[in-house]
Protein backbone atom coordinates (compact mmCIF):
# COMPACT_ATOMS: atom_id res chain seq x y z
CA UNK A 1 0.00 0.00 0.00
CA UNK A 2 1.22 3.25 -1.30
CA UNK A 3 -0.67 6.18 0.66
CA UNK A 4 2.61 9.28 -0.20
CA UNK A 5 1.19 12.73 -0.29
CA UNK A 6 -2.15 11.24 0.56
CA UNK A 7 -4.74 13.09 3.24
CA UNK A 8 -7.35 11.39 5.06
CA UNK A 9 -8.11 13.95 7.88
CA UNK A 10 -10.95 13.77 9.66
CA UNK A 11 -11.31 10.22 8.64
CA UNK A 12 -13.12 7.30 9.90
CA UNK A 13 -11.47 4.80 7.96
CA UNK A 14 -9.39 1.59 9.73
CA UNK A 15 -6.08 0.61 8.29
CA UNK A 16 -6.54 -2.83 7.14
CA UNK A 17 -5.75 -5.99 9.38
CA UNK A 18 -2.94 -6.74 7.10
CA UNK A 19 -1.51 -3.83 5.59
CA UNK A 20 1.86 -5.08 5.38
CA UNK A 21 4.55 -2.45 4.24
CA UNK A 22 2.68 0.37 3.89
CA UNK A 23 4.52 3.30 2.77
CA UNK A 24 2.89 6.91 4.11
CA UNK A 25 4.80 10.28 3.69
CA UNK A 26 3.71 13.44 4.17
CA UNK A 27 0.26 12.34 5.30
CA UNK A 28 -2.45 13.51 7.75
CA UNK A 29 -4.22 11.23 9.35
CA UNK A 30 -5.97 12.94 12.06
CA UNK A 31 -9.14 11.03 13.72
CA UNK A 32 -7.85 7.75 11.78
CA UNK A 33 -8.04 4.68 13.55
CA UNK A 34 -5.32 2.00 12.83
CA UNK A 35 -6.57 -1.81 13.56
CA UNK A 36 -5.19 -3.77 15.97
CA UNK A 37 -2.52 -5.48 13.64
CA UNK A 38 -1.67 -2.80 11.16
CA UNK A 39 2.28 -3.34 10.21
CA UNK A 40 3.15 -0.15 9.04
CA UNK A 41 6.81 0.52 8.12
CA UNK A 42 7.35 4.07 7.04
CA UNK A 43 5.77 6.81 8.03
CA UNK A 44 7.45 9.41 8.50
CA UNK A 45 6.95 13.53 8.76
CA UNK A 46 2.94 12.26 9.14
CA UNK A 47 0.10 14.63 11.18
CA UNK A 48 -2.39 12.16 13.29
CA UNK A 49 -3.04 14.43 16.08
CA UNK A 50 -6.44 14.80 17.44
CA UNK A 51 -7.03 11.69 19.28
CA UNK A 52 -6.11 9.13 16.47
CA UNK A 53 -7.01 5.85 18.36
CA UNK A 54 -3.71 3.29 17.85
CA UNK A 55 -4.22 1.18 20.40
CA UNK A 56 -2.73 -2.64 20.26
CA UNK A 57 -1.06 -1.66 16.80
CA UNK A 58 2.02 -3.44 15.65
CA UNK A 59 4.08 -0.81 14.96
CA UNK A 60 7.53 -2.57 15.61
CA UNK A 61 10.11 -1.01 13.60
CA UNK A 62 8.00 1.98 11.98
CA UNK A 63 9.60 5.02 10.89
CA UNK A 64 7.40 7.94 12.81
CA UNK A 65 10.51 10.31 12.96
CA UNK A 66 9.59 13.81 12.82
CA UNK A 67 5.88 12.79 12.55
CA UNK A 68 3.42 14.86 14.77
CA UNK A 69 1.52 12.22 16.89
CA UNK A 70 0.36 14.66 20.06
CA UNK A 71 -2.99 13.90 21.84
CA UNK A 72 -3.24 10.56 20.02
CA UNK A 73 -3.28 6.61 21.70
CA UNK A 74 -1.01 3.98 21.23
CA UNK A 75 -2.36 1.81 24.41
CA UNK A 76 -0.57 -1.18 24.93
CA UNK A 77 1.35 -0.81 21.28
CA UNK A 78 4.31 -2.62 20.19
CA UNK A 79 6.48 0.36 18.83
CA UNK A 80 9.77 -1.61 19.78
CA UNK A 81 12.46 -0.20 17.99
CA UNK A 82 10.49 2.30 16.46
CA UNK A 83 12.41 5.67 15.17
CA UNK A 84 10.34 8.22 17.14
CA UNK A 85 12.85 11.01 17.09
CA UNK A 86 12.43 14.45 16.54
CA UNK A 87 8.37 13.47 16.78
CA UNK A 88 5.98 15.59 18.66
CA UNK A 89 4.21 13.12 21.03
CA UNK A 90 2.92 15.71 23.31
CA UNK A 91 -0.07 14.48 25.52
CA UNK A 92 -0.27 11.38 23.86
CA UNK A 93 -0.87 8.11 25.54
CA UNK A 94 1.29 5.43 25.31
CA UNK A 95 0.00 3.65 28.61
CA UNK A 96 1.61 -0.02 28.85
CA UNK A 97 2.92 0.44 25.47
CA UNK A 98 6.30 -1.54 24.27
CA UNK A 99 8.55 1.01 23.28
CA UNK A 100 11.78 -0.95 23.58
CA UNK A 101 14.95 -0.35 21.79
CA UNK A 102 12.80 2.66 20.27
CA UNK A 103 14.28 6.39 19.15
CA UNK A 104 12.66 9.02 20.89
CA UNK A 105 15.81 11.12 20.54
CA UNK A 106 14.86 14.92 21.03
CA UNK A 107 11.36 14.46 20.87
CA UNK A 108 8.36 16.60 22.58
CA UNK A 109 6.89 14.12 25.32
CA UNK A 110 5.86 16.43 27.60
CA UNK A 111 2.29 15.89 29.40
CA UNK A 112 2.95 11.96 27.77
CA UNK A 113 1.09 9.29 29.78
CA UNK A 114 3.66 6.20 29.69
CA UNK A 115 2.15 4.70 32.90
CA UNK A 116 3.74 0.71 32.42
CA UNK A 117 5.76 0.86 29.59
CA UNK A 118 8.86 -0.77 28.55
CA UNK A 119 11.64 1.53 27.43
CA UNK A 120 13.94 -0.96 27.98
CA UNK A 121 17.52 0.71 25.95
CA UNK A 122 15.80 2.96 24.27
CA UNK A 123 17.14 6.17 22.84
CA UNK A 124 15.70 9.33 24.93
CA UNK A 125 18.81 11.74 24.94
CA UNK A 126 17.46 15.49 24.69
CA UNK A 127 13.44 14.08 24.52
CA UNK A 128 11.22 16.64 26.70
CA UNK A 129 9.38 14.80 29.26
CA UNK A 130 7.93 17.60 31.27
CA UNK A 131 5.26 17.20 33.12
CA UNK A 132 4.83 13.52 32.09
CA UNK A 133 3.24 10.67 33.96
CA UNK A 134 6.33 7.54 34.03
CA UNK A 135 4.86 5.77 36.71
CA UNK A 136 5.85 2.07 36.53
CA UNK A 137 8.02 2.59 33.81
CA UNK A 138 10.56 0.70 33.20
CA UNK A 139 13.67 2.54 31.80
CA UNK A 140 16.56 0.32 32.25
CA UNK A 141 19.55 0.03 29.91
CA UNK A 142 17.78 3.85 28.69
CA UNK A 143 19.94 6.65 27.83
CA UNK A 144 18.02 9.63 29.30
CA UNK A 145 21.20 11.76 28.90
CA UNK A 146 19.99 15.63 28.37
CA UNK A 147 16.61 14.48 28.84
CA UNK A 148 13.81 17.00 30.67
CA UNK A 149 12.25 15.38 33.80
CA UNK A 150 10.85 18.04 35.27
CA UNK A 151 7.78 17.82 36.77
CA UNK A 152 7.68 14.19 35.73
CA UNK A 153 5.66 11.44 38.09
CA UNK A 154 8.14 8.42 38.19
CA UNK A 155 7.00 6.94 40.85
CA UNK A 156 7.94 2.77 41.04
CA UNK A 157 9.85 3.50 37.84
CA UNK A 158 12.75 1.37 37.52
CA UNK A 159 15.86 3.17 36.23
CA UNK A 160 18.60 0.80 36.96
CA UNK A 161 21.61 1.93 34.33
CA UNK A 162 19.41 4.36 33.08
Not at 83 to 89: K, R, W, Y
Request: proline share 0%; aromatic share 4%.
Amino acid sequence: MNLRLCSLHGSSHRVAKRSVGAIVSALALAGLAFGSTALAQTINNCDIRLGTLCNRAKLSGAKLAGSGLALSSFVRSDLSQADLSEADLHSANFRGANLRQANLRDALMHDIDLERADLRDADLRGASLVNSFLEQADFRGADLRGADLRGASLWGAQLDNA
